[in-house]
């Protein structure tokens, strides 16, 4: 048979590359269609808008609730902040008027336990300001006053304990920490628009109640010395004077026992040498009884300068056959023309 010509010609090869062209656009068509379709058929939460809605909700989320949080936390700070100033303006004022009622050192010390009270509140309230979050510059400035008026308060409270020493060298002390107290006061006052009360000058001014309570002490203790030294001169007078008093009526009675109207006269005033009979002196007058002794019993302060003294005087027979007790009541006075005690009366009685 003969050979078949297998050599392509031309026309067959054209033939054959567009039928290759041909299955290669099917075949990309193919492969492009079901990438479409595997793209539309793909699950929600595997494409990215869903993740990128996703993250942007959370964090809207987030910063709502952080928001939230924040301005929770700047009004409960506020409140805080005004709570604090209100009570320590409060207490302030009243040690200020507890300050105008100290005269002694029982009515310092309450003064004082108050002002060991205010500084604690302070602390108390510094050390709370550590919970506060989300601190804004208005609550710095309420921190910076309880830090400077703290100081302020504890400075004064430990001076307090040693008033009777206080000085004016630390008063000046108490006055530079009270400068730097009120200027912290006043910036937080004039920068938080919250805030309407004031704090009281009076606040600022324990050192001037403490200078002053110095000196009322120390004034109303020098009182206390310069009375007890006073009493205790009035005692020594009146002790003084009884016993001039009574060596009065002592050499009055001796002088009577003797008879000595001379000397008798030494011891007794004009007006009761006047009224007084000298006859009862004389021998004569004694010739059957005559006084023997006495006794002081009691010696009694009138007044300053006036004591009356009691007394009983022995009389005895001369025979020596009886005896018998008079009383007498001695009326002494202080003479201040001789500056001497007197005898200005004298009154027999019965015996005491």
Do not use: C
């Not at 567009?18 to 068509?29: C, F, P, T, V, W």
């Not at 207490?91 to 105008?100: K, P």
């Amino acid at each position: 048979m003969p050979n078949e010509d297998t050599t392509d010609t031309p026309d067959s090869q054209d033939t054959k590359y567009e039928s290759s062209e041909g299955d290669s656009a099917q075949l990309l068509s193919g492969t492009a269609g079901s990438k479409k379709s595997n793209k539309k058929n793909q699950k929600f939460y595997k494409k990215t808008w869903f993740w990128l809605t996703l993250a942007l909700s959370v964090a809207a989320a987030a910063l709502v609730i952080f928001l939230g949080i924040f301005f929770t936390n700047q009004n409960s700070n506020k409140q805080a902040a005004i709570d604090g100033w209100h009570s320590i303006a409060q207490q302030a004022t009243s040690l200020a008027s507890l300050a105008s009622t100290i005269q002694d050192q029982a009515s310092f010390d309450k003064y004082n336990l108050e002002l060991k009270k205010l500084n604690k509140s302070v602390a108390d309230k510094k050390f709370n300001t550590q919970k506060l979050k989300y601190k804004s510059q208005d609550i710095e400035n309420y921190i910076e006053f309880l830090d400077s008026y703290g100081n302020y308060t504890l400075e004064s409270s430990q001076y307090a304990d040693k008033i009777i020493d206080f000085t004016d060298s630390e008063a000046d002390k108490l006055k530079d920490l009270s400068v730097i107290a009120k200027t912290a006061s006043e910036k937080f006052k004039n920068d938080a628009k919250f805030l309407n009360e004031a704090m009281p000058a009076s606040a600022f001014e324990i050192q001037a109640a403490l200078s002053e309570s110095n000196k009322t002490i120390l004034t109303g203790q020098l009182s206390i010395k310069s009375k007890q030294a006073a009493e205790q001169a009035q005692t020594a007078k009146e002790v003084a004077d009884k016993k001039a008093a009574e060596t009065t009526a002592g050499n009055y009675l001796n002088a009577y026992l003797a008879g000595n109207a001379a000397l008798i006269r030494q011891y007794m005033t004009e007006g009761f040498q006047k009224e007084y009979d000298f006859n009862q002196l004389t021998a004569e007058s004694r010739t059957v009884v005559y006084p023997a002794s006495f006794r002081i019993l009691t010696s009694l302060m009138v007044d300053s300068s006036r004591y009356k003294v009691q007394a009983n005087v022995l009389f005895k027979q001369r025979d020596g056959s009886s005896q018998y007790t008079n009383g007498n009541e001695l009326n002494i006075i202080y003479n201040t023309t001789s500056a001497r005690w007197l005898v200005d009366s004298a009154k027999e009685g019965s015996t005491f």
